[in-house]
C-alpha cells in the first residue's frame, strides 16, 4: 500500500504587533505595543516563554548610559515560530534557550579565548525592535545570522521547564568565571554576596571541589548558601570575614575568593581574607567608572592576583547547558518571582532590591 506523503507542519500564527517592555530612558520602562520583527536570511523568531532579569539590565535601566529605545532582557527560552530563508537545523516548532552574544572565532581576541573582547560578540545578535538590546522582555525575539549561525540557539529538552532554559546563560557566564580561578579539593573559597548569581557560583566551586565560604548580610540568603553546601556562613556587617577565612584555613586565609556584590566592602573584604599568592575575582563590577580605594601593598608584597571576568564563553555552551539540563546544581529553586510580560516593570522594581524574600526574578509573557 502506497504510504502517504508527509505534509508540512501548518505554520504558527504569529500576530502583526506584540506587547513589550520598552525602555525609553532613566528609570523609564513603559509597556507598549510595537511590531512583530520582520526576518532577514537566516534569521529566526523566537516566541519568548520566559526570560530572567539580570543585573547588567536594571544597571542599564537604573543609569540611563545607552540610548533609548531599547527593549532589554538577554536571559531568554522560548519557541521558535519562524524562519528565514538560508537557516538550517532549525524548525518552527524546536524549544530554545537563545544567547545574546557570540564571537567572531575568527577575531584576534576570540583566538587568544577573550571571547567577550571580541568586536563581533560585542554587537547584540538579538531583539524585539529597535538597536539590539537582547529584547527578551517581550513577546518575540528576532535572532540575527550570526547568532543562529555560531552556535547561539541551544535545544531545551521537552522535560526541562522554561524557568530552568533562562539560566543556561549566566550558568556559562559563572562557569567561566570559576574556571579562571583553577580551583580544585585543596583550595577554601570566599564568595562575598549570595544572589542568585552568587548562589550559582557557590555550586559551580562545590562542583569543582572547593570548601566554600559564603559571606552576605541577609540571613536567609545565608540560610540558602548553607543547605546549598557552604562550609561557613558569614553576616559581614556583624563579624569579620577575614577571621571566619583564617578559622578555616589554619590561619592562612582564604585560597581564592569571588566578589559577587557591588560596593567598596566586599571588594576590601575579598582583599583582606585571602592569603598571600591569592586570586580573587571581580565578577559584579560591570560599569565603568566605579573606584574602589585599596591598600595595592597588599597585593604587590602579598603577590596577589585580582582578575575579571565578563560575560559567556562559547568553549563552555555544552557544558553549561548539560548542567542546567541534568540539573547537576540547584537552579529553579532560586526562582523566587515570576512576574507577567504586562507588570515587567514590577519585576524591575522587585529585582533591584535585594532583600531574603528576592532572589532569581523571571517575567514570563503567558502568564496571567
Same mark, same amino acid.
Given at each position: 500500500?502506497?504510504?502517504?506523503?508527509?505534509?508540512?507542519?501548518?505554520?504558527?500564527?504569529?500576530?502583526?504587533?506584540?506587547?513589550?517592555?520598552?525602555?525609553?530612558?532613566?528609570?523609564?520602562?513603559?509597556?507598549?505595543?510595537?511590531?512583530?520583527?520582520?526576518?532577514?536570511?537566516?534569521?529566526?523568531?523566537?516566541?519568548?516563554?520566559?526570560?530572567?532579569?539580570?543585573?547588567?539590565?536594571?544597571?542599564? &535601566?537604573?543609569?540611563?548610559?545607552?540610548?533609548?529605545?531599547? &527593549?532589554?532582557?538577554?536571559?531568554?527560552?522560548?519557541?521558535?515560530?519562524?524562519?528565514?530563508?538560508?537557516?538550517?537545523?532549525?524548525?518552527?516548532?524546536?524549544?530554545?534557550?537563545?544567547?545574546?552574544?557570540?564571537?567572531?572565532?575568527?577575531?584576534?581576541?576570540?583566538?587568544?579565548?577573550?571571547?567577550?573582547?571580541?568586536?563581533?560578540?560585542?554587537?547584540?545578535?538579538?531583539?524585539?525592535?529597535?538597536?539590539?538590546?537582547?529584547?527578551?522582555?517581550?513577546?518575540?525575539?528576532?535572532?540575527?545570522?550570526?547568532?543562529?549561525?555560531?552556535?547561539?540557539?541551544?535545544? &531545551?529538552?521537552?522535560?526541562?521547564?522554561?524557568?530552568?532554559?533562562?539560566?543556561?546563560?549566566?550558568?556559562?557566564?559563572?562557569?567561566?568565571? &570559576?574556571?579562571?580561578?583553577?580551583?580544585?579539593?585543596?583550595?577554601?573559597?570566599?564568595? *562575598?554576596?549570595?544572589?542568585?548569581?552568587?548562589?550559582?557560583l557557590l555550586q559551580l566551586a562545590l562542583r569543582e571541589g572547593a570548601r566554600v565560604i559564603a559571606a552576605d548580610p541577609l540571613p536567609g540568603r545565608?540560610?540558602?548558601?548553607?543547605?546549598?553546601?557552604?562550609?561557613?556562613?558569614?553576616?559581614?556587617?556583624?563579624?569579620?570575614?577575614?577571621?571566619?577565612?583564617?578559622?578555616?584555613?589554619?590561619?592562612?586565609?582564604?585560597?581564592?575568593?569571588?566578589?559577587?556584590?557591588?560596593?567598596?566592602?566586599?571588594?576590601?573584604?575579598?582583599?583582606?581574607?585571602?592569603?598571600?599568592?591569592?586570586?580573587?575575582?571581580?565578577?559584579?563590577?560591570?560599569?565603568?567608572?566605579?573606584?574602589? *580605594?585599596?591598600?595595592?601593598?597588599?597585593?604587590?608584597?602579598?603577590?596577589?592576583?585580582?582578575?575579571?571576568?565578563?560575560?559567556?564563553?562559547?568553549?563552555?555552551?555544552?557544558?553549561?547547558?548539560?548542567?542546567?539540563?541534568?540539573?547537576?546544581?540547584?537552579?529553579?529553586?532560586?526562582?523566587?518571582?515570576?512576574?507577567?510580560?504586562?507588570?515587567?516593570?514590577?519585576?524591575?522594581?522587585?529585582?533591584?532590591?535585594?532583600?531574603?524574600?528576592?532572589?532569581k526574578v523571571v517575567v514570563v509573557p503567558g502568564l496571567r
Amino acid at each position: 500500500m502506497p504510504q502517504p506523503t508527509p505534509t508540512a507542519p501548518a505554520p504558527l500564527t504569529v500576530p502583526a504587533t506584540m506587547s513589550a517592555a520598552v525602555y525609553r530612558g532613566k528609570d523609564d520602562v513603559r509597556m507598549e505595543s510595537i511590531p512583530v520583527p520582520a526576518l532577514e536570511p537566516g534569521e529566526v523568531l523566537v516566541k519568548v516563554a520566559a526570560c530572567g532579569v539580570c543585573g547588567t539590565d536594571l544597571k542599564k &535601566v537604573q543609569q540611563g548610559h545607552v540610548a533609548p529605545p531599547r &527593549v532589554f532582557g538577554h536571559e531568554t527560552a522560548g519557541t521558535i515560530v519562524r524562519t528565514a530563508s538560508g537557516v538550517r537545523g532549525w524548525t518552527a516548532g524546536d524549544r530554545v534557550a537563545v544567547y545574546h552574544h557570540i564571537p567572531d572565532r575568527t577575531s584576534w581576541y576570540s583566538q587568544r579565548g577573550l571571547y567577550a573582547q571580541c568586536p563581533r560578540y560585542k554587537q547584540t545578535g538579538v531583539t524585539a525592535g529597535f538597536a539590539p538590546a537582547g529584547g527578551g522582555f517581550s513577546e518575540y525575539v528576532r535572532v540575527l545570522p550570526w547568532i543562529v549561525e555560531g552556535g547561539g540557539l541551544v535545544r &531545551v529538552p521537552e522535560d526541562v521547564s522554561w524557568e530552568e532554559a533562562v539560566f543556561v546563560e549566566p550558568v556559562n557566564t559563572c562557569l567561566k568565571g &570559576v574556571r579562571m580561578l583553577d580551583l580544585d579539593e585543596e583550595h577554601v573559597l570566599l564568595v *562575598a554576596g549570595l544572589g542568585s548569581v552568587g548562589l550559582i557560583l557557590l555550586q559551580l566551586a562545590l562542583r569543582e571541589g572547593a570548601r566554600v565560604i559564603a559571606a552576605d548580610p541577609l540571613p536567609g540568603r545565608r540560610a540558602i548558601a548553607q543547605r546549598l553546601g557552604a562550609a561557613r556562613t558569614v553576616d559581614p556587617r556583624a563579624e569579620d570575614v577575614h577571621q571566619a577565612c583564617l578559622e578555616l584555613t589554619e590561619g592562612r586565609g582564604a585560597d581564592r575568593a569571588i566578589v559577587a556584590a557591588v560596593g567598596a566592602g566586599p571588594v576590601r573584604d575579598a582583599i583582606r581574607a585571602t592569603r598571600p599568592g591569592a586570586a580573587i575575582l571581580l565578577f559584579a563590577q560591570t560599569h565603568r567608572g566605579d573606584e574602589v *580605594a585599596v591598600d595595592v601593598g597588599d597585593l604587590c608584597i602579598d603577590e596577589k592576583r585580582v582578575v575579571g571576568s565578563y560575560s559567556a564563553s562559547v568553549d563552555l555552551a555544552d557544558e553549561a547547558a548539560e548542567i542546567v539540563f541534568e540539573r547537576e546544581i540547584e537552579l529553579r529553586s532560586l526562582v523566587t518571582h515570576r512576574v507577567p510580560l504586562s507588570e515587567a516593570p514590577r519585576a524591575f522594581a522587585l529585582a533591584s532590591t535585594p532583600t531574603d524574600d528576592v532572589l532569581k526574578v523571571v517575567v514570563v509573557p503567558g502568564l496571567r
